[in-house]
């Protein structure tokens, strides 16, 4: 089962700056099976990204999404108010096919 | 317009068992796969099973924690995929999420969630 861990857990931010979201696979994840979503309380999860760094349709520039192999970041440029949420990244590959980090809560400073 | 709606929870007692109902439109039902993932209260995102297109198989995957005692079908027919539940635990306690796919690994339309309450 590929894990995949998230950090930090919590980030504490201010409206502006920049955020910068890890999430580390334990076993190499193909970039075109790596996604990003955003989840607000009481919400359903929204995709952002796909394959590692394609933003899903209207999705702000200033998300975007890297990495590849184990290593993949996600980074909001210029953090606006709506921003500060959960996000969680998600792995399709084999047995089990699908997994998720277990987020980062992104709270405003 | 991708519309997903669940329905079916509620409150069960341990060990009984429930199905959940994911009613779809805006799109041709047959063609996609269908996931069910589910977020027990205060927690994380967990992939519960999905369930191809019959043009793939129609045969579907489980996590660990609930293969055998939870089945995924759908009728393409109705546009609806089911979640059937027996042996409920404690621990199945969540928000389960209807969602299309996985389409190319991921997951781009979801349904807004239905509570699912296990306890005496």
């Known amino acids: 089962e590929i894990v995949l861990t998230q950090s930090p857990g919590t980030l504490s931010l201010s409206p502006g700056e920049r955020a910068t979201l890890s999430c580390r696979a334990s076993?190499?994840?193909?970039?075109?099976?790596l996604a990003w979503y955003q989840q607000k309380p009481g919400q359903a999860p929204r995709l952002l990204i796909y394959g590692a760094s394609s933003r899903a349709t209207g999705i702000p520039d200033r998300f975007s999404g890297s990495g590849s192999g184990t290593d993949f970041t996600l980074t909001i440029s210029r953090l606006e108010p709506e921003d500060f949420a959960v996000y969680y990244c998600q792995q399709y590959g084999s047995s089990p096919p699908i997994t998720f980090g277990q987020g980062t809560r992104l709270e405003i400073k | 317009e991708v519309q997903l709606v669940e329905s079916g929870g509620g409150l069960v007692q341990p060990g009984r068992s429930l199905r959940l109902s994911c009613t779809a439109s805006?799109?041709?039902?047959?063609?996609?796969?269908m996931s069910w993932v589910r977020q027990a209260p205060g927690k994380g995102l967990e992939w519960v099973g999905f369930?191809?297109?019959?043009?793939?198989?129609?045969?579907?995957e489980y996590a660990a924690s609930v293969k055998g005692r939870f089945t995924i079908s759908r009728d393409d027919s109705k546009s609806i995929a089911y979640l059937q539940m027996n042996s409920l635990k404690t621990e199945d306690t969540a928000v389960f999420y209807c969602t299309r796919g996985p389409y190319r690994g991921n997951y781009a339309y979801w349904g807004q969630g239905t509570l699912v309450t296990v306890s005496s």
């Open positions: 369930i191809r297109s019959n043009s793939y198989g129609g045969t579907a």
């Open positions: 805006g799109f041709t039902f047959g063609d996609y796969a």
């Open positions: 076993q190499s994840v193909s970039s075109t099976y």
